[in-house]
């Protein structure tokens, strides 16, 4: 089901339909951009919140598209991958390029990072060179004004031959009037401008674009743009091309090797070479640079990434955002708890006095009370901070600096952003792991991020061992977690073939992180919980406590007490919560909460049995829907073998870890 407002959803974006003079028509506009420009603020901003969310058909690639309403037109409007360029080197860039081909949207709204106009500019050529209908955004306008960047918005239109607008998405401003030139554009007939090469270059492209339109291919791109992939080498492209004529290729051998004879280089770096050359002679004719003594920005990135301070921040960073966690969390906790308390407290004697109302009160009520006192309260600061650490850039630096530590486990730095939001939820974060370039990769910072502890393990963390053993204890958990991902990342790297590749990453430059855009991504982050899963918390607890008081729980504690209690050391009820944990974490505390009939866990856990139990819950077999995540994106034998590794490594862990800590009590 689609999502359709009447106008954007901004409520400046107000626009009165009696006015319009156009005729109403129905368009299709697709957003295209690097990644981390801000393309998602402009879709979220267009379409609102419930948009169709799929995969593109027969790939595993994210489809977003959503309806939009605008002076009297219906738009449809699809959110393309974020992608660097239109080769053939994931399939992202496979998908974008193929559906502006061949799809033909009636406007694509370019969205380009207006403080790195330059760089961005070279994806911004390739769709010129694909005569898609364009309108360029020029995004964070105001971070580049606060750079000391001025852009003259006329002169650079007139030099691209495309509209130009500028735009501070996550305020709202430039949206309404991108769309207003999308749909100027949609309902034109304007002929692109075409940009020129070096001539020597020109006269080779122009030569062999000759025989492509001779030989009429009829492939549906442009022939330019095919002239053009063919001499960069694209492997597809050139296929396509050989099954049409032979005649295109032995010229294309020809005028690729006279274009490497007389440049000296491979024919893909003349070509980039020269859209970078091209990008910054537009960029110089439509930028004036303010002279600026060292901005706090400029220090604020040498420190980031220094050597020796980078680390210091990437640490502060990841520690900062771990005890804000806990901190904040545990106030909130108190005050929700207070005042359930004034409201009602479940009495645990309910359970053999009054069966009947120990199900409502102590399953019921206690679902609430730890939802409310247990898990919210950790959630929301989370990924709160989070999202603001997101939108100021600091999280790439803290993925730049952590890139020689990463290699060590057979990855990038860049595999550390799916990491840390696996610290949020691992569902997303394996789900992101496509930024990372081969599936090599992406199988190993899957691995990782299922022995990361997500918010629901934070949860379990900081509810059993923050509050009733110590922070201290937790944090030692967070460091032994890290080392476990060291080491078997280390493992996981022996055991998968394959080679490392190096770092490339868009640095977003820095800025004041927005705390609307912030909210609204907690926010989006959160809503399931509200609105699924805290329900499913409270009839889950009401139902864990209806096996509790008839006794139904009991064969199956027996039948794992060598394992809980034996090996692991605890209480005998444990082996139901772990089983509980599968479906997910945070029902191992309201199992704990429903069975010993109170929020207060050291009625039914020693201190030490708190300890093993979080650094179990932790590391053991990740929730179903992580195991479905798995299983969609690498395939269920790998899923299963993650899967049994995070077992094996929990039973281990967790049972030297009673063992050795009732030695030295």
């Known amino acids: 089901m689609t999502h359709q407002n009447n106008t954007p959803a901004n409520p400046k974006y107000k626009t009165d339909i009696a006015d319009t003079t156009e005729k109403s028509k129905q368009f299709t506009f697709a ?26 058909p027969g790939k595993t690639v994210d489809r977003a598209e959503g309806i939009l309403s605008f002076e009297g037109h219906e738009i449809k409007v699809i959110d393309l991958p974020g992608i660097y360029s239109f080769s053939t080197f994931s399939m992202e860039e496979i998908v974008s390029r193929d559906y502006i081909a ?39 306008i105001d971070v580049a004004k606060n750079k000391g960047m001025l852009i003259n918005k006329d002169r650079l239109s007139e030099m691209l031959g495309v509209p130009v607008v500028f735009a501070t998405a996550t305020r ?26 070096h001539k020597d270059l020109e006269e080779q492209i122009e030569k062999l674009q000759q025989i492509v339109e001779k030989e009429n291919l009829d492939l549906k791109y442009p022939s330019r743009w095919i002239t053009i992939k063919l001499i960069e ?41 020269e859209r970078y050359a091209l990008a910054s002679s537009i960029v110089a004719a ?48 108190g005050l929700i708890s207070q005042g359930l308390n004034l409201i009602y407290s479940v009495d645990p004697e309910l359970s053999t006095s009054a069966p009947i109302l120990s199900i409502i009160l102590n399953g019921f009520w206690g679902g609430i009370d730890a939802g409310l006192t247990l ?74 991020i299922t022995f990361a502890p997500c918010s629901a393990r934070t949860i379990v963390l900081l509810g059993m061992v923050g509050l009733f053993v110590g922070i201290h204890w937790a944090l030692l958990l967070y460091v032994v977690n890290l080392a476990i991902i060291f080491i078997m990342g280390r493992v996981a790297m022996k055991a998968v073939p394959g080679k490392s590749t190096g770092l490339i990453m868009e640095m977003s430059s820095f800025k004041r992180p ?77 199992g704990a909460v429903a069975i010993l009939g109170t929020t207060n866990l050291l009625t039914g856990f020693t201190p030490i049995q708190l300890v093993v139990m979080a650094l179990v819950a932790m590391l053991y077999i990740p929730c179903v829907s992580t195991m479905a995540i798995l299983g969609k994106e690498f395939g269920w034998k790998p899923a299963a073998l993650i899967s049994l590794a995070n077992i094996g490594t929990a039973l281990i862990i967790g049972g030297l870890t009673f063992h050795i800590l009732n030695f030295f009590t």
């Open 31 to 56: 957003l295209a951009g690097n990644a981390n420009v801000g393309k998602s603020v402009i879709f979220n901003q267009l379409t609102g919140s419930n948009q169709i969310i799929g995969n593109w």
């Open 102 to 140: 061949l799809e033909k949207p009636d406007a694509v709204i370019n969205v380009v990072d207006a403080s790195v106009l330059e760089r961005n500019l070279f994806f911004t050529l390739q769709l010129l060179e694909m005569n898609a209908p364009l309108v360029l955004v020029l995004n964070q």
């Open 172 to 197: 709202g401003e430039g949206v309404y009037e991108a769309v207003k030139e999308a749909v100027k554009v949609a309902t034109s007939k304007h002929k692109h401008k075409q940009l020129k090469y």
């Open 233 to 273: 080498g694209d492997t597809e492209i050139t296929k396509l091309v050989a099954e049409k004529s032979q005649t295109a290729i032995l010229q294309l051998n020809l005028i690729s090797t006279e274009i490497e004879k007389r440049y000296q280089e491979k024919c893909f770096s003349i070509i980039a070479s």
């Open 286 to 333: 439509s930028l004036q640079q303010e002279k600026s003594s060292h901005r706090f920005t400029d220090k604020l990135d040498w420190f980031a990434t220094h050597r020796i301070y980078g680390y210091i921040t990437a640490s502060a960073v990841i520690g900062g955002l771990l005890l804000w966690t806990f901190f904040v969390g545990n106030a909130f906790s």
């Open 375 to 448: 898990i919210i309260p950790f959630v929301i600061p989370f990924y709160l901070l989070l999202a603001l650490i997101e939108d100021s850039g600091l999280l790439t630096r803290v993925a730049f600096m952590m890139d020689s530590a990463m290699h060590k486990i057979g990855l990038h730095g860049k595999a550390l952003i799916p990491i840390i939001l696996g610290y949020g939820c691992s569902v997303p974060a394996i789900h992101s792991c496509k930024i990372m370039e081969t599936r090599r990769e992406r199988l190993l910072s899957a691995f990782a």
């Open 514 to 590: 927005s705390i609307n855009f912030a909210l609204k991504q907690t926010w989006t982050r959160t809503k399931s919980l509200i609105y699924v899963v805290f329900p499913i918390y409270i009839v889950g607890s009401a139902l864990i406590q209806v096996l509790y008081v008839y006794d139904i729980l009991t064969p199956v504690s027996n039948t794992l007490y060598p394992l809980t209690v034996l090996w692991l050391g605890l209480p005998a009820f444990a082996g139901v919560l772990l089983l509980l944990g599968t479906v997910r974490k945070e029902l191992i505390i309201l």
